[in-house]
């Protein structure tokens, strides 16, 4: 069993940062794939970023890339989003999510259903 729970979300406005964590229980941690995705009202659940077991291999939305940095500390059983120039569109719920199959494909990556855990969500709100 694994559980996630995100902090770090707040309300700031265009151009602003800010920094997710997403903390993990379990002994495995290191093990998983995590991810970030967001959910806008009224919008589906979308897929920001990805980070592989050790860290090396991540992924980005088009929308995010350049802006967002995915990372983990396996030490800590922590996985961070950090979020630069924020824009209002970011404006989200954003949950984290682990992936335990140990499979990867791009398509699969960007798929909710592909992940087994995911937390309860923090609130970013990006003001214009």
């Known amino acids: 069993q694994v559980q996630l729970v995100e902090s770090g979300g707040g309300l700031v406005q265009a151009g602003d940062s800010l920094r997710l964590s997403c903390a993990a229980s379990g002994r495995t941690f290191s093990s998983y794939s995590m991810a970030w995705f967001r959910q806008a009202p009224g919008k589906e659940r979308e897929f920001v970023t990805r980070v592989g077991q050790s860290g090396a291999y991540t992924y980005y939305a088009d929308s995010v890339k350049g802006r967002f940095t995915i990372s983990r500390d396996n030490a800590e059983k922590t996985v961070y989003l950090q979020m630069n120039s924020l824009k209002p569109e970011d404006t989200a719920v954003y949950y984290c999510?682990?992936?335990?199959?140990?499979?990867?494909?791009?398509?699969?990556?960007?798929?909710?259903?592909?992940?087994?855990?995911w937390g309860r969500g923090t609130q970013v709100t990006v003001s214009s």
């Open positions: 999510a682990a992936d335990t199959s140990g499979y990867y494909t791009r398509v699969r990556a960007m798929t909710p259903t592909s992940y087994e855990y």
